[in-house]
């Protein structure tokens, strides 16, 4: 049965769907254009009718249509696979283990729910515009500074003072009350109270807002989800927000994301301050990438929808609440949520410096042996996170009103985290004391024991020496004995180049492939690799040629060990990323495998099954069946397996890759290009280097 996944694909045109946000130029068999993904003046940017793919040579991102559009929107892959199936007409199955008619029945309710909060929003806005009642509330959006421009594009609202104004309205367009309680903008009258607190009525409902500025909350697709009410006289809360709806949801909602979206991947930074003022009016001054993150301290579920837009996360915190319990929090949880990056990182050569040490090492030690070439990988946040150093006492909308220029170069040069935790944790010290200056270290070290980039821990631990005046040696001593106590963010792997590992001959396509070609050398199997997909599975599987076929077998068969035995994506993790795959649907569970073995710090026996999407479980079915036809392995032999299925496919994938390019250079030697034929022949270099220390890899390990 062919997949869903398959049918979108022959249906929908990568070149003309890449076409729709990117001017592409046809450039022999390709098409390039400038990469949506980086910066960059001249195109390096190409997409590939024949495989349907694409590719940046400039900041190696690449895919299949699936992948573009998850990128360049944002979307997780489910939701691409929605709007891939509505674009290609072809209908996606209701999830399987719901009962279609209670989706159907919670689809219409949230429906009905938006049209109510857009009638809501309507109505707010519409009385902060002409309402006599609200010339309160139009004084102190004067006075907050928000300009009539932003009060038209955030459609600021006005909530009466009075207790039915709104509800009155809203039944009188034909909702029930129900549906007023359910969306969040009434309550129920409790009929034993005598209602003085509640409108000195019984029965029915009464509103929920009420003499508040009305703030209305949209999610990343522009839809009201909510609204924040900010009291106008001395009303408490202060701030009120929705409740918990269909729509609302608490600890995920960041204000203005919508009309930051853009600008967000456009400065590649989002600034996220604590209220919605401010936010209204880093808008209004044109540092449009900034969001509020209200009522609640930061969450996993903040940082998920961030980490889509951009890897770079500047906190304007409030300066009362720095280095608050709430804000730790916040902190930690945006370091943890953001994806882990394995990089290489060279050991000094005959050095193996903080390392579990093994057998094999052990054995090259004393038999003598230099260890040049070892290359440590360590994991690292994939994410930079940094501080607004802001004048004290000052709310963002205070500085960017009074001091534009302060509040523009607080934006684009936000204090690394560090920096800022070396002020925060010593605040409260005399570090003329002895005592106080252990303390230091004390709180201090398991800071500079997260900074994985050897030359940056190297001058923290100066600084900081310098500040508690020690020796640096002692405070390196120190350090060790806190990074043993750190698991987290330790060394997950070693792949050196000179192993003496031997690797099984068991696997799918061993025989053909162990050859190890010449690198440079274009190979022309992988030459024409995919081709679109037919309607007939079996015919299509026929007609895929031999290597491309082997490699789609060997995704197979790395993604089912890895769902077998999820620890051993510790050891591959270094070797190929996501863009490594062909296949849409092992490329997305090596993907989910990857976050929910991050997630391995809040330990979850839920089956796997639990995180994919149902259109992939058939996929999940196929690639287990493919590791259980095969012999039982121990620990170490499984390790082996899954680094040689690993380096394969990375293998195929650079290989696919140089003749892409040999072809692209080709073409550009022919027109003359002198600049991308130089471009291209770098890349080309770099590829091989790679290739080369991979093929010595793969030959020494037999
Ligand atoms: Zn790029």
Redesign the pocket.
Known sequence: MTSIIETIKTKVDVVEEIGLVVALQKSGKAFKGL?P??NERTP??YVFAENQSWH?F??N?GGDVFSFVQKQQGLEFREALLYLAEKAGVPVEEQSDRDPEAEREASAARERLRKLNEDALLWFHHMLLRSKDAAEARAYVQSRGISTDSVLSFSLGYAPDQWEALSRYLLGQGYSERELVMGGLARERLEQDNGADQGGNSGGVYDYFRNRLIFPIRDTRGRVIGFGGRALGDGKPKYLNSPQTLLFEKNSVLYAIDMARDAIKQARQVVIVEGYVDAVIAHQYGTKQTVACIGSAITEKHIQQLKKLTKQVTLALDPDAAGSAATEHGIQEALRTFDRVIVPVPLPSGRIEGQRSNGQNKARAQSGQQLHGIIRLEEQVDAEINVLRLPPGEDPDEVIRRDLSTWLHAVSHPVPLVDYYFVVKTADLDLNKPGDQAEAAKRLLPVIGMISVRVKRDAYMRKLAGMIRIEERSLHEELQRVLRGQTAYGIVSEFTKSSQGHMPKTMPGTQKQNSGELVGVSNTGEEKTQKRADSNSNQQWNRLDRSSRDKLQWEDYLIGLLVQNPALNSHVCGIINDGDFAGTDTRELYHILNSVYQRASSPSNQPFEQFVPSELLATVARVQKCVESGTPRDGVGLVREAVQCATRLKRTRLLQLNTELSYLIREADQASDKANLRQLQLRQLEICQQLRTLNSAMHLHG
Do not use: R
Request: hydrophobic fraction near 20%.
């Open positions: 990469c993904f980086h390096s940017f940046c400039g900041c991102e």
